[in-house]
């Protein structure tokens, strides 16, 4: 029996002295959680228990009241850039990892994940993927995928788009900004409630459901609207293939996880990181698994993102045209004969 017996974690350092904000588009795949979904902040701080905490200079604050005002502006992340400000918010301050002592961007430069060909694979059962993707599944619980459908146009477009949203003024996202994770439709920054001793991640989403594969276009704001239901009627081709490879490498038949409609629908994130005036106190993503089956990860030619590898921080430096694919926590608990 094979078991996957750890959590795949992952993080995006913001870049130091980096002034140009990058985006990236996460896709998860899952049920009962939706799939392609972009998973509540895990990451503990160390400051303490108490509402009052004390920042750099023994100077007591409220907790609680700095979140609530940062969340009644509905201007995320870029609207805290745009103000001017010159510090970060404590509560996106993230406190070092004990294992951690070295956290720049190349923890560990030497190993890299493993990189698949899917083209094969994609007009038929194709032994070699089914392989790799199962060893790296093992050993990594995450890998890229090349040639795997999506033109590039289509990828280069859905990024252009997420600019574009993100870029708009506050005033034309505002309506949709909320931390509550029910509306098919949102902006936000905070994805919902943040406990004390939870440290944000400095980053603004624009995210959207996708029932059953299903989404009212009109929903969608004009800006990227025909760029996200065409990426999105690729990606559901992608999300096919891959589910089909990852039954057999499991060991069963290709109809397996589709059978178990545990791939069904869609949540899509667009991830937009505004450059940090203090980029070395916080994390664009702080540490995290996915509590998906699946996520699928598009990032632009930025950089930043990391993964957790036999405890040491590992870049995922970005690969013209490549999809990153993530084992989520569902996926991993599933006990199966490899």
């Given at each position: 029996?094979?078991?996957?017996?750890?959590?795949?974690?992952?993080?995006?350092?913001?870049?130091?002295?980096?002034?140009?904000?990058?985006?990236?588009?996460?896709?998860?795949?899952?049920?009962?959680?939706?799939?392609?979904?972009?998973?509540?902040?895990?990451?503990?701080?160390?400051?303490?228990?108490?509402?009052?905490?004390?920042?750099?200079?023994?100077?007591?604050?409220?907790?609680?009241?700095?979140?609530?005002?940062?969340?009644?502006?509905?201007?995320?992340?870029?609207?805290?850039?745009?103000?001017?400000?010159?510090?970060?918010?404590?509560?996106?301050?993230?406190?070092?990892?004990?294992?951690?002592?070295?956290?720049?961007?190349?923890?560990?430069?030497?190993?890299?994940?493993?990189?698949?060909?899917?083209?094969?694979?994609?007009?038929?059962?194709?032994?070699?993927?089914?392989?790799?993707?199962?060893?790296?599944?093992?050993?990594?619980?995450?890998?890229?995928?090349?040639?795997?459908?999506?033109?590039?146009?289509?990828?280069?477009?859905?990024?252009?788009?997420?600019?574009?949203?993100?870029?708009?003024?506050?005033?034309?996202?505002?309506?949709?900004?909320?931390?509550?994770?029910?509306?098919?439709?949102?902006?936000?920054?905070?994805?919902?409630?943040?406990?004390?001793?939870?440290?944000?991640?400095?980053?603004?989403?624009?995210?959207?459901?996708?029932?059953?594969?299903?989404?009212?276009?009109?929903?969608?704001?004009?800006?990227?609207?025909?760029?996200?239901?065409?990426?999105?009627?690729?990606?559901?081709?992608?999300?096919?293939?891959?589910?089909?490879?990852?039954?057999?490498?499991?060991?069963?038949?290709?109809?397996?996880?589709?059978?178990?409609?545990?791939?069904?629908?869609?949540?899509?994130?667009?991830?937009?990181y505004p450059a940090s005036p203090e980029p070395d106190k916080s994390l664009g993503t702080v540490a995290h698994s996915d509590p998906t089956v699946l996520t699928v990860l598009l990032q632009d030619s930025t950089g930043g993102l990391q993964i957790k590898h036999d405890?040491?921080?590992?870049?995922?430096?970005?690969?013209?045209?490549?999809?990153?694919?993530?084992?989520?926590?569902?996926?991993?608990?599933?006990?199966?004969?490899?």
């Open positions: 029996m094979f078991h996957f017996n750890s959590t795949y974690s992952y993080r995006l350092y913001n870049i130091l002295n980096n002034t140009t904000p990058f985006r990236d588009i996460l896709a998860s795949t899952s049920n009962p959680l939706p799939t392609f979904i972009l998973p509540l902040i895990r990451s503990r701080s160390s400051i303490g228990n108490s509402m009052e905490k004390t920042d750099d200079n023994n100077d007591y604050y409220d907790w609680e009241k700095e979140v609530e005002e940062f969340e009644k502006t509905k201007g995320g992340v870029k609207g805290l850039v745009d103000s001017g400000i010159t510090r970060v918010p404590r509560f996106f301050i993230s406190p070092p990892e004990p294992d951690d002592a070295n956290p720049g961007p190349h923890a560990h430069p030497d190993a890299l994940i493993p990189i698949i060909d899917l083209e094969g694979v994609r007009g038929g059962l194709d032994h070699k993927a089914v392989g790799e993707i199962r060893t790296a599944s093992r050993k990594w619980g995450f890998f890229q995928v090349v040639n795997h459908g999506i033109p590039t146009t289509v990828t280069d477009a859905m990024l252009r788009g997420t600019r574009a949203l993100h870029e708009q003024p506050k005033e034309a996202k505002q309506e949709l900004y909320t931390s509550d994770g029910a509306p098919d439709v949102r902006f936000y920054a905070i994805n919902g409630r943040l406990e004390e001793g939870d440290v944000a991640s400095w980053r603004d989403a624009f995210a959207c459901k996708f029932t059953d594969g299903e989404i009212d276009p009109e929903v969608i704001p004009p800006v990227c609207r025909d760029e996200i239901m065409k990426y999105m009627k690729h990606m559901i081709k992608v999300r096919d293939v891959l589910s089909e490879v990852l039954s057999e490498a499991l060991g069963e038949s290709k109809d397996l996880l589709g059978e178990m409609q545990c791939m069904e629908s869609e949540y899509l994130t667009c991830l937009y405890g040491c921080w590992i870049d995922v430096p970005p690969v013209p045209g490549a999809l990153i694919v993530n084992i989520g926590d569902f996926l991993q608990v599933w006990n199966f004969d490899l």
